[in-house]
């Protein structure tokens, strides 16, 4: 965007209450803030943010949400729970002109803002292509339901792409294969769109390995890697890598440019 990065002091209060300053002046510019929501403490600085910037004159504020918190309680499933997802979208929505995300995992979200213009950046060409660099000739979804970003992904590689099918053989074994492809020899990718507790991708990456996959990556555009998920993960998978969405000791890939795109759009 060739924009100027604003000094923002942000700190915690001995009570861990959040304090947030903009040190610049935004009178008449056209702001973009940029902040993942998750975990909660950030929402909070993201709400603080807003209304900070609210304090300028701006010509108009684009909140930019990378790794959008709560996308996966987009459901009430018992009365008298919340639809968290979307009583975060009302909430951002309240201060901003426009807003952007990033391959948000109930899509469905987008539409709970009402008023603004707000879009769903995807990070399946920065993916692809990195993916590509590191020779990886097989891309796999972990269920038929992502199947469409594992082709997408596959898509911009120029290589195969298939999805993984599970089946009970009893009450305490089930196994994944590839529905369609042989991987041995080969040089896999499991690609998902979230990686939190991994669980998935680990029986996944177990399963490819005794099919003789030669090579196994777990690639994600949002790596929240609950608990113990990386030390899991890299015992079984030969390398793990995710987007700056939310930066970890796997982020290897960047999303700036696509969010950019949707900025330009």
Same mark, same amino acid.
């Given at each position: 965007?060739?924009?100027?990065?604003?000094?923002?002091?942000?700190?915690?209060?001995?009570?861990?209450?959040?304090?947030?300053?903009?040190?610049?002046?935004?009178?008449?510019?056209?702001?973009?803030?940029?902040?993942?929501?998750?975990?909660?403490?950030?929402?909070?600085?993201?709400?603080?943010?807003?209304?900070?910037?609210?304090?300028?004159?701006?010509?108009?504020?684009?909140?930019?949400?990378?790794?959008?918190?709560?996308?996966?309680?987009?459901?009430?499933?018992?009365?008298?729970?919340?639809?968290?997802?979307?009583?975060?979208?009302?909430?951002?929505?309240?201060?901003?002109?426009?807003?952007?995300?990033?391959?948000?995992?109930?899509?469905?979200?987008?539409?709970?803002?009402?008023?603004?213009?707000?879009?769903?950046?995807?990070?399946? !060409?920065?993916?692809?292509?990195?993916?590509?660099?590191?020779?990886?000739?097989?891309?796999?979804? !972990?269920?038929?339901?992502?199947?469409?970003?594992?082709?997408?992904?596959?898509?911009?590689?120029?290589?195969?792409?298939?999805?993984?099918?599970?089946?009970?053989?009893?009450?305490?074994?089930?196994?994944?294969? !590839?529905?369609?492809?042989?991987?041995?020899?080969?040089?896999?990718?499991?690609?998902?769109?979230?990686?939190?507790?991994?669980?998935?991708?680990?029986?996944?990456?177990?399963?490819?390995?005794?099919?003789?996959?030669?090579?196994?990556?777990?690639?994600?555009?949002?790596?929240?890697?609950?608990?113990?998920?990386?030390?899991?993960?890299?015992?079984?998978?030969?390398?793990?890598?995710?987007?700056?969405?939310?930066?970890?000791?796997?982020?290897?890939?960047?999303?700036? !440019?696509?969010?950019?795109?949707?900025?330009?759009?």
């Amino acid at each position: 965007l060739k924009a100027k990065l604003a000094k923002v002091e942000v700190k915690r209060f001995p009570d861990d209450e959040c304090y947030v300053r903009v040190d610049e002046d935004l009178d008449s510019e056209e702001v973009f803030l940029v902040q993942t929501a998750w975990p909660d403490r950030n929402i909070i600085e993201l709400f603080l943010l807003q209304d900070a910037i609210r304090e300028f004159e701006v010509s108009s504020l684009t909140t930019v949400v990378p790794y959008f918190g709560y996308a996966r309680q987009d459901k009430q499933f018992k009365p008298g729970e919340p639809i968290s997802a979307r009583a975060i979208a009302r909430l951002i929505q309240e201060q901003t002109d426009a807003f952007i995300t990033v391959d948000i995992h109930a899509p469905s979200v987008i539409d709970w803002f009402e008023g603004v213009s707000a879009k769903n950046a995807h990070a399946y !060409p920065e993916i692809g292509k990195f993916l590509k660099k590191k020779g990886v000739q097989v891309v796999l979804s !972990p269920d038929e339901g992502r199947w469409d970003n594992a082709k997408r992904i596959a898509d911009v590689m120029n290589c195969e792409a298939d999805f993984l099918v599970k089946e009970r053989i009893d009450g305490e074994t089930v196994t994944m294969t !590839p529905k369609s492809l042989d991987v041995k020899g080969k040089k896999v990718a499991i690609v998902d769109d979230i990686i939190s507790t991994g669980g998935t991708i680990v029986k996944a990456a177990e399963q490819l390995r005794k099919h003789g996959a030669s090579h196994i990556v777990a690639a994600c555009t949002h790596g929240v890697f609950a608990k113990d998920a990386v030390t899991r993960l890299t015992a079984c998978c030969d390398d793990i890598y995710s987007t700056d969405t939310i930066e970890n000791s796997t982020t290897a890939i960047s999303v700036a !440019p696509q969010i950019a795109r949707a900025a330009m759009d």
